[in-house]
């Protein structure tokens, strides 16, 4: 983890059906977020890759985010139609980063900007259970681990990340 400008290598976060865990310091213990995680059984965690402190949490319940390790969480649901998240994705894009998750019906983003507004997101990906996302800022990609339909990878991910989906209807 990073914050400030400065690496923290012994960041630790984990999840599971209990709650999500913290440590954060050398040989440190994993304890319990200092406010109970709300969310459920846990399916993964995403870190800001710039502030250790802030997080995006896939559960049973949906998706949460906190900017202070734990000690208060906003639930950023809002309208994700994507049932059985499986996967959770932080992409920096600057000023305005995405938030991906991947579960049921394929992958789906928020733009952080508009928190809780959630939109299909991924032409010419599979409409297939999705397992994992990583998205690899250096080589601009971002892969998608589905369930049937193998890997698949979208390179130049950053020239569509931010951008407003666009619907065209003709007829």
């Known amino acids: 983890g990073r914050s400030g400008g400065m690496d923290n290598p012994d960041v630790l976060y984990a999840g599971t059906e209990n709650g999500v865990f913290v440590r954060s310091t050398p040989g440190g213990t994993l304890n319990p977020t200092s406010t109970v995680f709300p969310g459920g059984g846990v399916a993964d965690i995403a870190l800001d890759p710039n502030d250790w402190q802030h997080a995006f ?23 994700l139609g994507n049932s059985n998240i499986r996967t959770i994705e932080f992409a920096e894009q600057g000023a305005v980063d995405t938030i991906l998750v991947g579960g ?34 250096g080589d601009n990609v971002l892969i998608a681990g589905t369930l049937g339909r193998g890997a698949w990878k979208i390179t130049n991910a950053s020239d569509t990340l931010t951008t407003p989906g666009l619907v065209r209807v003709n007829g």
């Open 57 to 79: 949490v896939a559960s049973s319940t949906g998706v949460w985010e906190t900017t202070n390790a734990g000690n208060s969480w906003v639930n950023r649901t809002g309208n």
């Open 104 to 137: 049921l019906t394929g992958v789906s983003r928020m733009i952080t900007d508009d928190p809780g507004d959630w939109h299909e997101y991924g032409q010419f990906l599979p409409n297939a259970v999705v397992y994992d996302l990583d998205f690899d800022a």
